[in-house]
Nanobody
Framework: QLQASGGGLVLAGGSLRLSCAAS????????MGWFRQAPGKEREFVAG????????SYANSVKGRFTISRDSAKNTVYLQMNSLKPEDTAVYYC????????????????WGQGTQVTVSS
């Protein structure tokens, strides 16, 4: 139901745009989130938005560099990542849940498969 894509290998300072295509159900009224998990580390919140538009939330580590957006017509949520750093290297996941916009991993009910982002120095 959630298909993430757009990962790849990029040099530090570069940009990538991740996409999360939603299918099989309507996510109107849902919260959409991006998370990431680096090797040996716990999965962490990156960014989130309300599907109907308006509120967004970002982890402090990505504020000012990453932007979450959605295209309702395409049923897709994006994560534009600029000024990438080696510490951004991780598997990135999109997720969805009904309710409020929160940063807690356990709060999210639906998960897509991950897409690998590797930033080389």
């Amino acid at each position: 139901q959630l298909q993430a894509s757009g990962g790849g290998l990029v040099l530090a300072g570069g940009s990538l745009r991740l996409s999360c295509a939603a299918s099989g159900r309507t996510f109107s009224g849902y919260v959409m989130g991006w998370f990431r998990q680096a090797p040996g580390k716990e999965r962490e919140f990156v960014a989130g938005t309300v599907w109907s538009g308006g509120s967004t939330s970002y982890a402090n580590s990505v504020k000012g560099r990453f932007t979450i957006s959605r295209d309702s017509a395409k049923n897709t949520v994006y994560l534009q990542m600029n000024s990438l750093k080696p510490e951004d290297t991780a598997v990135y996941y999109c997720a969805a849940t009904p309710g409020f916009l929160v940063q807690t991993t356990a709060h999210y009910s639906y998960w897509g498969q991950g897409t690998q982002v590797t930033v080389s120095s």
